[in-house]
């Protein structure tokens, strides 16, 4: 009939622009969920989220659980099992900015400071030091007054035990400071959002040594780092001409260039103008976007061995000492005799053989002061190393040094991979003749000189 | 598909036919054949290759082998096996540890030897150790104890607010000038849980002559009051400082007339007796258990479980309350333990209102979320409240120490800070209104 209408060729034509049209739709179709299916189709989702929102749906239908419709009535005062089950809590429901920040975003034009310029805390710090006689900056005349600062995200960590291994790195922290007389901040703000991550301690440490003029060093310690020597005191004399003792050797960075010839997981800085002076030049390539990821790339290019990634406020510390040697290496100290920084790759294995063969307090690699556990990143989801051995080897450096806490009490771990404790040594009646092996009950640089009087 | 390719099929051969005209008969079915067949194979292939692509982009199946997704299973799996290990309370290097033998109830469990001189012992070794003194800058020594068990939490939000309530604790006490012991090691195994402290308390005191005051205080305590300091001077004819009420404890005896979270110990003899008395009710197993029905029994308002620290003082101090009562000190003037409920809705009140300093209801000096348990899997109260409230505890008392940096949180919920006080280049000036440490001690040295 309808070649009659139309004519024979008309309609073999319809027919053949209608096969073309329908091929070419089928095409057109067949691309679209290939494409999907590989690249995503941004809020039109990917098959593997359709898949996983049928799956949700069909096993929520199966069980008939709604966590988060039950969490929302919560405000009923019957104990439901659900709402006071940790497990199923999801933190950031709860966590809210009532108030705006700083809405005011700097000028990208203008370059990044730390804060208004100073130049003369030196003398700022000592009238203010003079004036109050109450906060020496030195304890005993070797010994200054050192702040340690540390700290974590104010948020729970990625990885379900992170925060555990934060909380014994933070003891294991306390109890070297308590034995040292060292005061600790933990810190858990972030102060200036353009520095995240590695560089946010940079503005901490401006503003707590403006703040705590009293404190004579700052002591930066990374959380992923351990005191594994409780009986070592750091050498405060051999620095009382340098304002910046990191660990480090001389000739990587001078001579190599190379990007962890030091180490900005733990050092000294301190309180004085020029501390303030070399912040403010490290500063530059800190703030986030552009400026770090071209820095990172000029890092790339002029140290030896360093990976691609955005700049990182170690490297750009390698940096600024290589190319600025006549104006900051005088008052840097490298310190590479004892480990203010000891990577943990080279050093968990053998605690048994130190234990063997050495004693705590000489700090290095016979008993290494800290053990740093670079790259482990235990708070996050992933770091660079296997999780297995990171926690396990986290778990025996953190054993390692609490023993050496524990044998003041007389006690000790069961073995270095265990958290029971057993005693070495017997309760007495007459507890002030039982000296602790060690001396760390009432060590030499903790007591308090008195006044001398005649 | 098959009526489409039989209308190509026909589409192709109609339009070869016409200019053809001189192939014969069997060549032409053969060359129709062949085309046929190519184009079927043709097609075939194609929807062949679609759908392999279509399958891969939705489900994953991966003929070209590419490793990184099964990796990354795997990792995943791995991990969560690790951290599973590391979370359950089997010991690798005691696999049968297990002590199934409880503690005897017919013998009295002692902390320790007898120890029936030491005060004269502690004021001999002060004497003998003057670099050791137990007054530092006129203020008595304290160290202050807390702890949490070694292994993880069940949850890993409790991990967390306990790292949040210790940075808490490491402020106050570096603007007071206290030492911390954090305990993490069980050194009896008998009196494992709440009862953990005694043996701990005792410890320090023998191990440290130069402590004076030894001060107890919960994990699930945070300070929220920077400024307060303690009146010692209230105390110097009391040894042991407890928060409570003596009206709910002698006359109603109440199991919570006193609270066990936050108290203090003078290093003394008198407390080494009653550390002495206090741990019998605590060994785990049949002793606790008993114990903890005679509490029930004795203690208004206490359910029935095992024998608790709190229950048991309690009822120590109302059956031998001559012998140690006129040492004690109920203090409930300010809140030296504060249970949360009542405060923690108040705090915008209280910043509105009042100042720190104040130590009572108008500026709590201790929030103790008692019956939260973040570091258990199941606590007395809803998850959300309990969880919220303690965010605001906490950066109810951050905000105080951040106040010298010049900055807040944004919100009692936030963990985000915003600045208060631009910088300057003259940050002294700041630094003598707003240190913490030279207001209290000034305070202090205007009541000496």
Request: charged share 25%; glycine share 6%; aromatic share 12%.
């Amino acid at each position: 009939m309808l070649e009659r209408c139309l004519g024979s060729r008309r309609l073999r034509q319809m027919q053949r622009a209608f096969r073309r049209g329908t091929l070419t739709f089928l095409c057109l179709f067949l691309t679209v969920i290939v494409l999907r299916g590989t690249i995503g189709a941004g809020k039109f989702g990917t098959p593997e989220q359709d898949l996983n929102e049928i799956r949700q749906q069909l096993y929520s239908r199966g069980r008939r659980v709604e966590p988060h419709r039950v969490l929302e009535e919560v405000q009923s005062s019957e104990n439901n099992n659900d709402n006071n089950n940790y497990a199923t809590f999801d933190i950031t429901k709860i966590l809210k900015d009532e108030e705006a920040g700083d809405d005011e975003k700097r000028d990208p034009n203008t370059p990044y400071t730390l804060g208004p310029k100073i130049s003369d805390w030196d003398e700022q710090r000592s009238s203010w030091l003079s004036n109050n006689p109450d906060y020496p900056n030195f304890i005993n005349p070797n010994k200054p007054r050192v702040l340690l600062v540390t700290g974590s995200s104010p948020k729970p960590c990625e990885n379900p035990v992170g925060d555990h291994y934060l909380l014994k790195s933070i003891k294991n922290k306390i109890d070297y400071c308590r034995l040292h007389g060292i005061e600790i901040f933990y810190n858990m703000a972030l102060l200036d959002a353009e520095m995240a991550g590695f560089w946010a301690k940079l503005p901490l440490i401006r503003k707590l040594l403006l703040s705590h003029p009293e404190v004579e060093f700052l002591w930066w310690m990374d959380s992923d780092a351990m005191f594994t020597d409780m009986a070592f005191e750091v050498p405060w004399e051999r620095y009382k001409d340098h304002n910046f003792v990191m660990h480090g050797w001389n000739e990587m960075i001078y001579d190599e260039k190379n990007w962890i010839g030091l180490n900005t997981g733990s050092f000294l800085l301190r309180n004085c103008q020029w501390s303030l002076d070399i912040l403010d030049a490290w500063a530059p390539m800190g703030p986030k976007g552009k400026i770090r990821d071209e820095a990172g790339k000029i890092l790339t290019r002029e140290l030896k061995n360093r990976p691609v990634f955005e700049a990182d406020d170690q490297s750009a510390m390698v940096y600024l000492l290589a190319t600025g040697r006549e104006q900051w290496g005088g008052k840097v100290y490298l310190e590479n005799h004892y480990y203010l920084h000891g990577y943990w790759g080279i050093l968990v294995d053998r605690y048994e053989e130190m234990i063997e063969n050495y004693h705590p307090g000489f700090g290095d690699h016979r008993w290494p002061l800290v053990t740093h556990f670079v790259g482990c990143k235990p708070c996050g989801k992933f770091g660079d190393y296997p999780v297995e051995r990171c926690l396990k080897q986290m778990d025996r450096a953190y054993n390692f040094g609490d023993n050496q806490i524990l044998q003041m009490y007389g006690f000790t771990h069961k073995s270095l991979a265990s958290r029971r404790v057993k005693r070495v040594r017997n309760e007495s009646s007459n507890p002030l003749d039982v000296k602790d092996e060690l001396g760390l009950l009432h060590p030499a640089f903790k007591a308090i000189k008195l006044p001398t009087s005649s | 598909m098959g009526k489409e390719n039989g209308s190509l099929h026909n589409r192709s051969s109609s339009a070869v036919l016409p200019t053809t005209a001189t192939n014969s008969n069997s060549k032409n079915r053969r060359g129709r054949q062949i085309s046929k067949t190519f184009n079927n194979v043709k097609i075939t292939i194609l929807c062949g290759f679609v759908t392999i692509l279509v399958l891969r982009g939705t489900i994953g199946v991966n003929l070209i082998s590419s490793d990184s997704d099964a990796v990354n299973q795997n990792m995943i799996e791995e991990t969560n096996r690790i951290i599973a290990e590391i979370r359950s309370d089997a010991d690798p290097s005691d696999p049968d540890d297990k002590d199934n033998t409880f503690f005897n109830p017919n013998a009295t469990f002692t902390l320790g030897p007898k120890i029936s001189d030491w005060d004269s012992d502690r004021k001999a070794w002060l004497n003998q150790n003057p670099e050791y003194p137990s007054f530092v800058r006129g203020k008595a020594r304290i160290l202050l104890l807390t702890g949490s068990p070694p292994k993880p939490c069940d949850n890993p939000i409790g991990d967390h607010y306990l790292l949040k309530s210790i940075k808490n604790k490491i402020d106050y006490c570096r603007l007071h000038g206290i030492e911390i012991v954090y305990n993490m090691a069980h050194l009896d195994m008998e009196l494992a849980g709440y009862w953990a402290k005694l043996p701990m308390i005792r410890r320090l005191m023998l191990s440290h002559p130069e402590v004076e005051w030894i001060w107890w205080m919960d994990s699930d305590a945070f300070f929220t009051d920077m400024v307060f300091e303690l009146p010692l001077s209230k105390y110097d004819d009391y040894n042991l400082v407890i928060h409570g009420y003596p009206d709910l404890l002698f006359e109603q005896k109440s199991w919570i007339a006193i609270n066990t979270g936050s108290f203090l110990f003078r290093n003394c003899q008198w407390s080494l007796d009653l550390l002495d008395v206090w741990a019998p009710m605590g060994p785990k197993g049949p002793v606790r258990e008993e114990a903890g029905k005679i509490l029930t029994a004795n203690l208004k308002g206490r359910p029935a479980f095992e024998a608790d620290d709190q229950s048991a003082l309690i009822y120590l101090l109302l059956s031998k309350k001559e012998k140690w009562m006129d040492k004690v000190f109920l203090e409930n003037s300010y809140y030296l333990h504060g249970y949360w409920a009542g405060l923690v809705d108040r705090y915008e009140e209280m910043i509105e209102k009042y100042h720190p300093g104040l130590g009572d209801e108008r500026w709590p000096f201790v929030t103790h979320f008692v019956g939260c348990k973040p570091c258990g899997s199941y606590g007395d109260y809803p998850v959300e409240r309990c969880l919220s409230s303690m965010e605001r505890a906490f950066n109810f008392a951050d905000n105080q120490v951040l106040k010298l940096y010049g900055f807040r949180h944004r919100g009692l919920l936030s963990p985000k800070i915003k600045r208060i006080r631009n910088e300057t280049v003259t940050p002294l000036e700041f630094v003598d209104q707003f240190d913490i440490r030279r207001h209290s001690t000034e305070s202090i040295e205007s009541k000496s």
